[in-house]
């Protein structure tokens, strides 16, 4: 189905408000929701300072496009990653940098939506994602939140940009970084009631490393996740005003609140058995959960399960992130980053290089890397198998105020291997012997 000239693939997710489709925009994939002709004429004004954000901490508005029959599509982008409410308490947060590095995301993009006028109305661990590189993104902003909906404990008694503080200031004390708030100007001395929100920048990122995922432990995520609380709205209890299903090829139904429910719970089982029966691996950047919001507004929460890995687009985006990681390493002369993307033989073989760069005084001044024109070979339960082409675009080693650019740019064929329980990069060869010369250049800078 077609829809705005958008391909509506299938669905992503059941929220009270209908569903999210997957799709594809300019800047790659996306998520599709429909609204309607009343819900767009109220929220228009809304998506257009939406899409006037740049900030990297708030999920990115695409489009908004009108069909024949009057409703309203909106597009998003589709963000990788856990939701801070299973990151809370996971080994992954121990680190104070990295629970730093959240909050800060976290302050950065509420600023940002309070400058163009946007109050999130619910700002909950479960509407904040946490990509795999350990960004911070706010999620869940389609619909404005009105006096009776909300999150209990959380947004459901409070209102406007103050009640968006005052959710975050508690995210800031369950990371234990109510100190780090501060110093941004956030916490409730620096801000009283009614005035306006500090402007916080976007703040410097480093890459979380993560503990290998524990299968076990990732389906009693999804079954906690499947328990979570829904958002109450004002029509929830003692009324029963219906809310509307809307489908891609038809108009849209009215169903109670309740079969919604009953319709994503039901959903949620059959992919924590298929989960448990077809998947033997996990890996970080595509953690799964049921189709059953954490809140009944929930724009989109978790992937559904997708071997992400046999995708070729996001095995290249893996590659790239590891190679990045490995030339800061060298060029640092700091191996410890390495285990957060590499594994096995080759997180030694890098190890070793680099201390022994390190041990001979050799200084790497400039390194730049990546990989183009990824091909899968193999997808097993075991191990993923690529080829791809690596360009060294820069390449400057120093030794004895003596320096060498290596001849970049160079390119190879590489044939490399990546570990799909921990998503690391483990092994890595020339494609063909020939190739061997042109290879060592780039790799021994």
């Known amino acids: 189905m077609n829809i705005g000239g958008y391909q509506l693939g299938q669905v992503f997710h059941i929220g009270a408000r209908g569903p999210l489709w997957r ?13 309607s002709s009343s819900d767009g004429e109220r929220s228009l004004e809304r998506w257009k300072a939406w899409a006037s954000l740049t900030s990297r901490h708030v999920v ?15 597009v998003q982008d589709f963000v990788y ?17 990295t629970r730093r590095q959240i909050i800060e995301g976290i302050s950065a993009g509420l600023s940002a ?15 904040i994602m946490i990509t795999p590189q350990g960004r911070a993104v706010i999620i869940d902003l389609i619909d404005e939140i009105e006096e009776g909906q909300g999150t209990p404990g959380w947004s459901l008694d409070t209102t406007g940009m103050t009640g968006d503080l005052q959710c975050l200031r508690r995210i800031a004390s369950l990371l234990q970084m109510d100190e780090a708030l501060a110093e ?29 995922a524990d299968p076990q432990q990732v389906i009693a995520d999804l079954r906690a996740a499947a328990l979570r609380e829904d958002t109450i709205n004002d029509y929830e209890s003692g009324s029963e005003r219906p809310i509307h299903g809307c489908v891609a090829d038809g108009p849209c139904e009215e169903l109670p609140r309740r079969a919604w429910r009953s319709r994503a719970l039901l959903a949620g089982v ?3 058995v298929l989960l448990a029966s077809t998947l033997g691996y996990w890996r970080w950047s595509s953690m799964w959960a049921p189709a059953v919001p954490p809140s009944a507004q929930s724009s989109h929460i978790i992937p559904e399960p997708t071997v992400d890995l046999c995708n070729a687009t996001h095995v ?7 190679i990045a990681t490995r030339d800061q390493a060298v060029i640092t002369g ?10 096995g033989e080759l997180l030694e073989q890098d190890t070793k290089r680099i201390e022994a760069m390190q041990a001979e005084d050799v200084q790497v001044l400039a390194l730049s890397s990546a990989v183009e024109d990824v091909r899968v070979v193999s997808c097993e339960a075991g191990s993923v198998d690529v080829n791809a082409t690596l360009v060294v675009s820069t390449s400057q080693t120093c030794k004895a105020d003596v320096c060498d650019d290596h001849g970049a740019p160079t390119s190879s064929e590489l044939v490399l291997r990546v570990d799909p329980v921990s998503g690391k990069v483990v092994a890595a060869s020339l494609a063909t012997p020939s190739a061997q010369g042109e290879s060592e250049s780039g790799q021994e800078s």
């Open 113 to 127: 939506l309070h400058r163009v006028g946007i109050v999130h109305g619910d700002l909950t661990p479960a509407n």
């Open 81 to 97: 990653g856990r939701p801070l409410d299973v990151e809370i308490g996971s080994a992954d947060l121990r680190p104070k940098a």
């Open 316 to 322: 290249e985006d893996l590659l790239n992130h590891a």
């Open 60 to 74: 990115a508005l695409r489009d908004v496009v009108r069909s024949d029959d009057g409703r309203w599509g909106i």
């Open 334 to 343: 700091d191996a410890s980053a390495l285990e957060a993307v590499l594994g």
């Open 184 to 212: 941004l100007g956030l916490d409730e001395a620096s801000v009283p009631t009614g005035s306006r929100t500090p402007t916080v920048d976007d703040p410097n990122e480093h890459v979380i490393s993560r503990e290998p």
């Open 23 to 35: 799709t594809q925009s300019s800047a790659g994939e996306a998520l599709f929701a429909l609204r």
């Open 270 to 272: 059959a992919v924590l």
